[in-house]
């Protein structure tokens, strides 16, 4: 009887990366950005978090979200902020509520991440699927309203 209990548990938990996609996205609701909101959770090997990050204007500068284009050229990406508070080597998976652009795949390799999810590709440059296949880094994505 035991057994099958544990079973049916273990069938209704979630995995570590839905529950990783799942806190990246509330981080996302952080974000003051009015066109794309991204949140971003590293998790350490023993799957506990280390950093959570969303996009937005760093620290003490006038944020000004009037012209998409123009605050492109300040907003620090998500998973930019959540690698702030890592050392490298700290990590193995990042999920990120958007596939990580090209700087920021680059930089999570560099702090050996090895997997990543994302629940959605950025779609005026999916190239980043391409460069993680360079850096053996393995990729997933995870539908939110799946998990």
Not at 15 to 40: H, L, M, N, R
Not at 100 to 127: R, T, W
């Amino acid at each position: 009887m035991f057994n099958k209990i544990e079973a049916i548990a273990a069938s209704h938990t979630l995995s570590w990366e839905s529950y990783a996609i799942k806190i990246a996205a509330v981080a996302s609701q952080k974000s003051k950005d009015p066109w794309k909101k991204v949140g971003c959770c590293l998790l350490r090997g023993d799957n506990s978090i280390a950093s959570i990050g969303f996009n937005g204007f760093p620290a003490g500068m006038t944020e000004d979200w009037s012209d998409r284009d123009r605050r492109r050229l300040f907003v620090a990406h998500a998973e930019q902020n959540a690698l702030r508070y890592i050392k490298p080597g700290e990590c193995h998976l990042c999920a990120s509520t958007l596939l990580p652009c090209n700087d920021c795949l680059k930089s999570l390799a560099g702090y050996g991440v090895k997997k990543i999810v994302f629940s959605e590709i950025y779609k005026q440059d999916s190239s980043s699927m391409d460069l993680a296949k360079y850096f053996g880094i393995e990729l997933k994505q995870i539908n939110l309203k799946d998990t």
